[in-house]
């Protein structure tokens, strides 16, 4: 009868023990996790340089890396999308200095590279074994829909100090149970490097198929992933220098609109980066306002020292 | 049998203990929580006040601006040259039920570029803080609350700023721009500068809605004019009754647009003139006193004003205005130096070029109106070794 009540006690404490270490050991990694704002935390990341960075470095260097900055715009279309694809001509592609719309058929309407493939993923393979095909001496692409906007000046301020000769794939980093992934839909970066060994895997049936497995089937984003793994290269979040996220899934203005719920005294400043490269989902009409918000409205008397210039496309006029 | 027993209480004994601590901890963890997020609530407001207290110094029911936004890594030093040598009161339209919904939007964006911003509404709000100009709300008050807030302003602040602005609580102004236009006169010369409309008038007026500008000198003979019943309350279209007495009183209609002849003031937000093709039976094209632009050529690259911005746009336009840019993006309308600031300073153009050309390599096209700019290489040009970064 004694021992076992002792027995009960002991039994007891050593509960209460147990209890209080693992809730110990709980509040430190939910704490560590609330402390990187609540989402994913990113393993890996890419930063853009700082201007200090940027300072350090020769004019020599800065022309070589100038020259070598031209990005190859993938843009995946639909006859279905034609306002959208229209706009992405009339707008921010101008700034691509090479741009080249893939499409899963022809339209009479606009031009564009006929793919003649209704699956997105097998669609997406092709448009990237072309460019790679095509890339003549650009060393960085960029796919995107045409409902995407981005503003290529600060994409190429993002990778400006990174060797296109290693591999890199850029974006807005999402984790899906053990799969890191980029967002398609808030644009995809790769250097030269990422789509050649992607090219080379496509060939692999095992590793990377062309139809997906049947059973479950994968978004496109996705599979290029998993495809791009096999080759050792990882999804990585594109930020800014204060680490905050410069491709964005949404529209600017429902990202305005949280940012005023989440922080009303400081709702530009909480929102987005002053240097962001993309939004998704705007109107045909919201990306004219963008070209106009981006590429011309400022204040008079403000002047930022950019060690690098780049200038409007020829032919254009709301930019 | 009895080894059995106490193993069985000792586990028996180990989940009641477990057990009984986790429903304590939980219990603990849950009120402090909740201390937790009335402690934050209140450490908003008080955020809040005291960021307001580091922005403005409120006085006499008027806002004097104490730090105007700068950016990190930003040269400003011509809009600071400008926020000293241009000084503007802007004096918004508001009433007591548009204070939490519109003014406060205004008041946390645009107005933190103005040098002073007074609040007017019917009634007195010493938080706001708004003035109370003893009105009653409504349309038909406009013109009865304008007549007022400008005698306001002059009886309160005719020394303490050189251009008198009035905005309603969806209108959008930059600041910055409205500077550079005005930068171009003086406050003693009678005249004011808006959206300028046509009809019903000899030289055009103002649009209300697109904010319009009074010089110092335009203000007085304003006040005078009512003083001396030359004008009197006509209507209560504010904008139409404000233009006519600006005729009576001999104060200059000005021309607000661009060195390329494009609009600064806007009636509509950014979308509406950018791609909305209005129908040619809208007032709106018998109205606009120059032609009308649809597309790109509708809005100066230094516009000033948008109307009918809601909350949300307000913040945005900031966003737009004030934030977002495309890194080194060389903008093809170069806006020209205001004439007295020019023998003044270096061209701050002129070192912002040298840098460049330095950094990049590129041949100086100066500076000017639209530029023909080559898109494709342009030659390196050589260092020159004396240059030293500004």
Redesign the interface.
């Known amino acids: 009868m004694l021992?076992?009540?002792?027995?009960?006690?002991?039994?007891?404490?050593?509960?209460?023990?147990?209890?209080?270490v693992l809730?110990l050991l709980g509040s430190f990694s939910p704490a560590t996790e609330s402390r990187t704002d609540g989402n994913d935390h990113h393993h890996h990341h890419v930063k853009a340089a700082s201007?200090d960075e940027l300072q350090q470095l020769s004019?020599s260097r800065?022309?070589e890396l100038?020259?070598q900055l031209q990005v190859y715009c993938v843009v995946m279309v639909q006859p279905k999308s034609l306002v959208y694809w229209a706009t992405a001509l009339d707008t921010w592609t101008k700034?691509c200095d090479k741009v080249e719309f893939y499409t899963s058929e022809a339209s009479k309407a606009l031009e564009a590279i006929d793919l003649n493939e209704k699956d997105d993923w097998a669609r997406l393979r092709k448009a990237l074994k072309h460019a790679y095909e095509n890339a003549g001496d650009i060393r960085w692409f960029f796919v995107a829909q045409p409902n995407t906007f981005a503003?290529i000046?600060?994409l190429?301020?993002l990778v400006l100090t990174k060797d296109p000769e290693q591999p890199f794939y850029l974006g807005k980093a999402v984790k899906s149970g053990e799969l890191e992934y980029v967002e398609l839909n808030s644009g995809i970066v790769l250097s030269y490097e990422a789509l050649k060994r992607l090219v080379n895997v496509f060939q692999d049936e095992d590793k990377c198929p062309e139809r997906g497995r049947q059973l479950w089937k994968l978004s496109d984003d996705k599979q290029l992933a998993v495809c791009l793994k096999f080759t050792g290269v990882f999804a990585e979040n594109g930020e800014d220098v204060h680490g905050k996220g410069l491709f964005n899934s949404k529209t600017?203005?429902s990202l305005?609109?949280e940012?005023?719920k989440q922080n009303?005294?400081n709702?530009?400043?909480g929102?987005?980066s002053?240097?962001?490269v993309t939004f998704s989902g705007l109107s045909?009409?919201?990306m004219?306002?963008?070209?106009?918000?981006?590429?011309?409205?400022?204040?008079?008397?403000?002047?930022?020292?950019?060690?690098?210039?780049?200038?409007?496309?020829?032919g254009s006029?709301?930019? | 049998m009895k080894a059995l027993g106490s193993r069985f209480s000792f586990y028996a004994g180990f989940v009641v203990g477990t057990f009984t601590l986790y429903v304590f901890l939980r219990q603990v963890w849950f009120e402090r929580s909740e201390q937790a997020e009335g402690y934050a609530k209140l450490g908003v407001q008080q955020q809040q006040l005291d960021e307001d207290q580091g922005i403005w110094k409120k006085e006499r029911s008027a806002l004097f601006n104490l730090d105007h936004p700068h950016h990190t890594g930003e040269d400003s030093h011509m809009a600071d040259e400008l926020y000293n040598k241009v000084r503007i009161l802007c004096w918004v339209m508001t009433g007591p039920k548009n204070l939490e919904t519109k003014a406060r939007h205004v008041k946390y964006t645009w107005s933190r570029h103005c040098n002073i911003v007074v609040f007017m509404s019917s009634v007195d709000d010493p938080d706001f803080p708004t003035v109370g100009l003893g009105t009653k709300e409504g349309r038909d008050q406009l013109y009865w609350k304008t007549i007022r807030a400008f005698h306001y302003a002059y009886e309160h602040h005719a020394n303490e700023a050189d251009w008198f602005l009035k905005a309603d609580d969806d209108t959008y102004v930059i600041v910055d721009n409205l500077r550079w236009i005005l930068a171009n006169h003086t406050p003693d010369e009678p005249i004011y500068f808006g959206r300028r409309f046509k009809p019903y008038t000899k030289q055009g007026y103002m649009s209300g809605g697109a904010g319009y500008v009074l010089s110092r000198e335009a203000l007085k003979r304003f006040v005078e004019g009512f003083k001396n019943k030359v004008c009197t309350h006509t209507s209560s279209v504010e904008d139409l009754a404000m233009g006519q007495c600006m005729e009576k009183v001999g104060v200059l209609a000005g021309d607000s647009r661009d060195t390329a002849q494009r609009e600064t003031f806007h009636p509509f937000v950014p979308e509406q003139h950018l791609t909305a093709k209005f129908p040619k039976s809208f007032w709106y094209w018998s109205y606009c006193y120059y032609p009308i632009s649809e597309g790109p050529n509708c809005c100066s690259d230094v516009s000033v004003s948008f109307h009918y911005v809601d909350a949300t746009g307000m913040y945005l336009l900031e966003y737009y205005a004030y934030h977002l840019r495309a890194f080194g993006y060389r903008y093809r309308y170069q806006p020209p130096t205001p004439k007295a600031y020019r023998a003044e300073l270096p061209n701050p153009w002129d070192s912002a070029e040298r840098l460049k050309e330095r950094a990049s390599g590129m041949k100086e096209s100066g500076a000017g109106d639209d530029s023909a700019q080559e898109a494709g290489p342009v030659p390196v040009a050589a260092k020159d070794p004396a240059e030293a970064p500004v």
Not at chain 1, 3 to 20: D, I, Y
Not at chain 1, 288 to 304: A, E, I, S, T
């Open positions: 021992s076992e009540g002792g027995s009960f006690m002991k039994g007891m404490v050593l509960g209460g023990l147990f209890c209080l809730s201007k004019d800065l022309q100038n020259d700034h503003i000046e600060n190429k301020y600017v203005d305005i609109s940012s005023m009303p005294s709702v530009v400043e929102c987005c002053d240097l962001a045909a009409n919201q004219q306002v963008m070209m106009f918000g981006v590429y011309r409205l400022r204040p008079y008397g403000h002047n930022f020292h950019d060690l690098l210039t780049f200038f409007p496309p020829k006029d709301n930019d």
